[in-house]
């Protein structure tokens, strides 16, 4: 069984795309974009301050650590942190700062 996986990385609303990575064994999806010269948004890549939070639409992830940076209900609807998010098998995940923003409460609102 190989330890690479195939990410298909989707932005939404206009920056609407999508992208392939192969994440190798012990890499990170963010690391994995990064290698394949694709920018997305991070902050402290130890998982603590949801920057570079996606989510999975299809597929298994693994995070490297416990994700400090989500709240449980988060990761329970789908949502990882790339930096330290480890694919498990093939996936498809939403990525962009438009994701990361899903979690963000409004007061205004």
């Not at 999975?56 to 330290?84: A, F, N, Q, W």
Request: aromatic letters at 4%; charged letters at 35%.
């Amino acid at each position: 069984m190989s330890d690479r996986h195939r990410i298909e990385l989707h932005w939404r609303g206009r920056d609407r795309r999508t992208e392939i990575v192969r994440t190798e064994s012990d890499e990170s999806v963010l690391d994995a974009a990064e290698r394949a010269g694709i920018g997305l948004p991070f902050g402290c890549r130890t998982g603590a301050c949801a920057t570079c939070t996606g989510r999975l639409l299809t597929g298994k992830i693994e995070h490297l650590r416990p994700p400090r940076g989500l709240k449980s209900d988060s990761e329970e609807d789908g949502y990882v942190l790339l930096c330290i998010a480890r694919a498990k098998s093939d996936c498809e995940i939403e990525v962009g700062s438009d994701v990361q923003t899903d979690l963000v409460t409004n007061p205004w609102k």
